[in-house]
């Protein structure tokens, strides 16, 4: 574990890189110390049922618009940089069909663009997942201004929606555009993205990996390199090929979600808060 002077330091790092508000500090520590004060109370009545009762005098509303100022702080003390470039990614891969489509692209070559930016879109989503463990930013994530767990959650969650808008976006249009199956184009298009975060996001369950952003963006690059040569062999995404791509993809999302609750679950042991930067 850090000493105290190492962490007070790097409380003064988070606060000249994310600008913190003060005002909006002192606001967050009056609202818990409020929270506090109001839950003991009505423990001692109640006998440890004092955040029930609190919550339900409150009423439903103003529970919910809690949690929704809650999500809405923690949102600001994401990496704005890394969202960026993953937007810029996302617009670019779907402006590029476009382009592709005015200077006469064929079907096969619009395999290989698909295969290639979804296996890249992949890479970024983890690759700006990873900033999360990065920079010594865990060891923040149980003050009452970070939640490691929620905002790995958050991530997640934005980014997936996220590549999977473009992604949706790309079939539909290649799949209009150039008359192509949609079932076939959605299974090849999938099958790349969720194979490539599956072995991005394996690098984050080491503890020595997951604090430096070369190992995620190594793998990355395999992982296209591969997919690359892949779509340059049409026979092996051909129409009679779509079972085996099928069950890849099943396999690929139930790794995914073990990789996703192991995670979750090295958060909530701490083993991502000790993390030895040294």
């Known amino acids: 574990m850090k000493t105290e002077k190492k962490v007070k330091m790097i409380f003064q790092k988070a606060n000249e890189k994310m600008h913190i508000s003060e005002a909006e500090k002192s606001r967050t520590q009056e ?10 109370a009505a423990s001692e009545i ?9 919550k339900s005098e409150s ?3 103003a529970y919910f618009r809690q949690k929704i100022r809650i999500l809405c702080r923690q949102i600001r003390y ?13 617009i670019c891969f779907a402006v590029i069909p476009v382009a592709l489509r005015y200077y006469g692209a064929g079907t096969e070559d619009m395999m290989v663009f698909l295969m290639l930016s979804s296996s890249l879109l992949g890479s970024l989503s983890i690759l700006v997942l990873s900033h999360l463990f990065s920079g010594e930013m865990g060891e923040l994530s149980c003050t009452c201004y970070f939640s490691a ?14 590549n ?15 008359k192509a199956e949609f079932f076939r184009i959605g299974i090849c298009t999938l099958v790349p ?6 072995i991005c996001m394996g690098i984050l369950q080491f503890e020595g990996l997951r604090n430096r952003s070369y190992p995620v963006t190594a793998a990355g690059v395999i992982s296209c390199a591969a997919f690359l040569v892949i779509a340059s062999v049409p026979p092996l995404y051909c129409a009679s090929a779509i079972i085996v791509w099928g069950a890849v993809f ?8 073990l990789e996703i609750r192991h995670l979750f679950h090295t958060i909530d042991k701490g083993e991502i808060l000790c993390t030895d930067w040294n």
């Open 149 to 162: 767990r929620q905002i790995a959650a958050q991530q997640m969650f934005g980014l997936g929606a996220v």
């Open 31 to 40: 609202l818990l110390a409020g929270q506090m004060e109001d839950y003991f």
């Open 164 to 178: 999977l808008l473009t992604l949706g976006f790309l079939i539909g249009f290649i799949g209009g555009c150039w």
């Open 78 to 90: 994401m990496d704005k940089r890394a969202w960026t470039g993953d937007l810029m990614g996302n």
């Open 193 to 198: 993205f969720i194979v490539t975060v599956c």
């Open 250 to 257: 099943a396999v690929g999302l139930a790794v995914l979600v």
């Open 59 to 61: 009423g439903f509303a």
């Open 46 to 54: 109640s006998g440890n049922s004092g955040f029930r009762r609190s």
